[in-house]
């Protein structure tokens, strides 16, 4: 079995004859602009040629990125088979369907699925979330990869005991949202020793003899959440983590090829390499954004809000406080209502409930997956005198339609428990 490390949370499984791609994003920024890779890729597009199944573990960018999966050629993609877990919405499915991919296959939650005569695979979903892990199975080696993956102690716990004891663990190393306000230095560092904390948990749970840090190797590259990468865990103090925890860490940078269960000369360098990405940040161009009228924020709001009220309880809805924010560009506060609409409120911007560049907004109300973005980019401040929570409530609304599902009133959830 080899490892090729393609970038961040994507790398080549070859096993024989399977050549397995996880979430491959080649290029490009994603989440509304404001992560981009860290390191440069290698493996390109005509690269693909040489791949039988691609895994996506979930749906955000970093991980699924539809500009690049469209730059596949379409004669390679002819000859690729597709995984993913099984979903409501079936979207992640029927977009590589309409891609003319060999096959796309949704696979059950934690059933065993032979790929080929010698390796199985299963897909667990995380509880009340849409990520999803990937173990893999050969006569040789055992792999989890738990990419983004996030569990309490006790849900680790028992899925360590259905998994059992594995050869080669990959987990994310690093935060991978909004941490913190500018000021907040002691948050955002505490923020990052909890993915040290995590590391931890997921290292004695599996014990494995080589873990792979990874899904982190990313900056962040807009002018509202640049000041984060100063709080991300490094992978040179990542490997002597990993270290102290009596498993063997193996560093890959991209184009790197580790043959697994042999020691790895190469991580050094690919630590030196990735540092001296991080040195050269800041003389990376930035991501900046124009302003957007109050005109064309007030059309965006309108259609979300029919559509809203149209796929959920209208009683529900209706029910939601306004939702105020702070516009930076514009030094204005607009509210935000599913019963009154959207309107300029006579509000001082440290009582708003969230602060940020009306792009923002805009990106919020255009796209089901838009709040979620916005709380991933991390773009924004929370203002001393508001309630985040409104804005959880309304992503949480738009995150349900996202997937498929709604916002039910009373009668709705009875019904569930009396179908249950």
């Avoid at 877990?85 to 096959?103: M, P």
């Avoid at 667990?124 to 993956?149: A, Y």
């Avoid at 259905?162 to 913190?180: C, E, N, P």
């Avoid at 014990?207 to 865990?233: G, K, Q």
Wanted: hydrophobic share 35%; glycine share 4%; proline share 3%.
């Amino acid at each position: 079995m080899h490892i090729e490390w393609v970038n961040h949370a994507s790398f080549i499984l070859e096993y024989k004859d399977l050549r397995l791609i996880t979430d491959p994003w080649i290029e490009g920024r994603v989440f509304n602009q404001s992560w981009g890779l860290l390191a440069e890729t290698s493996f390109n597009y005509d690269d693909f040629s040489s791949i039988t199944h691609i895994w996506f573990s979930h749906e955000h960018p970093d991980h699924f990125f539809p500009p690049n999966i469209k730059k596949i050629p379409a004669e390679i993609r002819e000859n690729i088979t597709v995984l993913f877990q099984s979903t409501i919405d079936e979207k992640v499915s029927d977009f590589c369907k309409k891609l003319g991919f060999k096959e796309v296959i949704e696979i059950k939650d934690e059933v065993p699925y032979p790929l080929t005569e010698h390796v199985v695979i299963r897909i667990g979903k995380v509880v009340n979330d849409t990520d999803s892990w990937l173990h893999i199975q050969t006569p040789d080696f055992t792999v989890m990869n738990l990419n983004d993956c996030t569990f309490s102690e006790k849900d680790l716990d028992t899925l360590a005991r259905r998994i059992g004891r594995v050869d080669l663990l990959l987990t994310q190393f690093s935060f991978a949202k909004w941490i913190g306000n500018r000021t907040d230095e002691i948050g955002m560092q505490s923020h990052a020793r909890k993915k040290l904390d995590e590391i931890g948990h997921h290292i004695r749970a599996f014990r494995p003899t080589f873990t792979i840090p990874f899904a982190s190797f990313v900056w962040f590259c807009h002018e509202d959440n640049f000041h984060f990468n100063a709080f991300a865990n490094r992978i040179d103090m990542i490997q002597q983590h990993i270290d102290d925890l009596e498993s063997r860490a193996v560093v890959l940078y991209p184009g790197d090829r580790w043959k697994v269960g042999e020691g790895f000369e190469g991580s050094e360098k690919a630590i030196e390499r990735y540092m001296a990405d991080h040195a050269a940040l800041a003389h990376r161009e930035l991501t900046t954004f124009d302003s957007v009228s109050e005109e064309e924020l007030k059309r965006l709001a309108d259609r979300f809000i029919e559509k809203s009220l149209d796929r959920n309880s209208t009683r529900k809805l209706t029910s939601y406080r306004p939702l105020r924010a702070h516009l930076t560009d514009k030094n204005e506060v607009y509210s935000l209502s599913y019963r009154n609409g959207f309107q300029k409120v006579d509000l001082a911007a440290e009582d708003a409930d969230i602060s940020f560049h009306s792009q923002n907004l805009s990106y919020c109300l255009s796209h089901d997956w838009g709040f979620n973005t916005i709380l991933i980019a991390g773009t924004f401040q929370k203002p001393p005198g508001g309630d985040f929570q409104n804005f959880k409530e309304y992503q949480w609304v738009a995150h349900l339609n996202n997937h498929g599902k709604k916002m039910k009133g009373t009668l709705g959830r009875l019904i569930d428990k009396v179908v249950k």
